[in-house]
């Protein structure tokens, strides 16, 4: 990915994710901004929506994700505003992994992961993945997450009260 198109990617996340106000963009409820009221609204860069299609056909992560009738477009996670993204509960994986900065080791271990500001914990079943995220903010750390184990228990929970 270029540069050009990483400051339009963390542009678009910014708006999509965090401050969508600060253009005067609207979401809807399921976190979907209308593609042609960020082009309308965004006046610092040119946007299109054939780069906005790259922007999100190139993010290695899947920041983004396009409506079928091409229209909107939302982020797929990281919201620290509140949005109902449909996610649907399934059986997670027997591990998934957790990437932060080697200096938040020691309190995650002590107060477990916490999602602060975001809606939700970000995890991932590709430890490669868990590395870049760890690696945004310092030197990074992988957390291994055995969640077969954690599904187990509340299984075993749900099943005994």
């Known amino acids: 990915?270029?540069?050009?198109?990483?400051?339009?990617?963390?542009?678009?996340?910014?708006i999509l994710r965090y401050q969508p106000e600060s253009i005067?963009?609207?979401l809807d409820n399921h976190g979907w901004a209308v593609i042609d009221d960020i082009i309308q609204k965004t006046t610092d860069m040119v946007l299109s929506k054939?780069?906005?299609?790259e922007i999100v056909k190139s993010s290695d992560k899947q920041r983004f994700i396009i409506s079928?009738?091409?229209?909107?477009i939302r982020a797929n996670q990281g919201h620290s505003i509140p949005v109902d993204l449909n996610l649907i509960p399934?059986?997670?994986?027997?591990?998934?992994?957790?990437?932060?900065?080697?200096?938040?080791?020691?309190?995650?271990?002590?107060?477990?992961?916490?999602?602060?500001?975001?809606?939700y914990v970000h995890l991932s079943d590709c430890q490669e993945t868990a590395w870049k995220v760890g690696s945004?903010?310092?030197?990074?750390?992988?957390?291994?997450?055995?969640?077969k184990a954690m599904s187990?228990?509340?299984?075993?929970i749900l099943f005994i009260s």
Not at 1 to 14: D, G
Not at 68 to 72: G, L, P, S
Not at 152 to 156: I, V
């Open 136 to 147: 945004r903010h310092g030197k990074p750390a992988v957390l291994k997450i055995d969640t």
């Open 50 to 53: 054939d780069l906005i299609a």
């Open 68 to 72: 079928e009738d091409q229209t909107r």
């Open 24 to 26: 005067g963009l609207q």
């Open 90 to 119: 399934q059986i997670p994986p027997d591990t998934l992994y957790h990437g932060t900065a080697q200096q938040n080791v020691d309190a995650i271990m002590q107060q477990g992961i916490k999602s602060n500001q975001r809606q």
């Open 1 to 14: 990915m270029s540069e050009h198109h990483k400051q339009i990617s963390k542009y678009l996340s910014y």
């Open 152 to 156: 187990f228990r509340w299984a075993s």
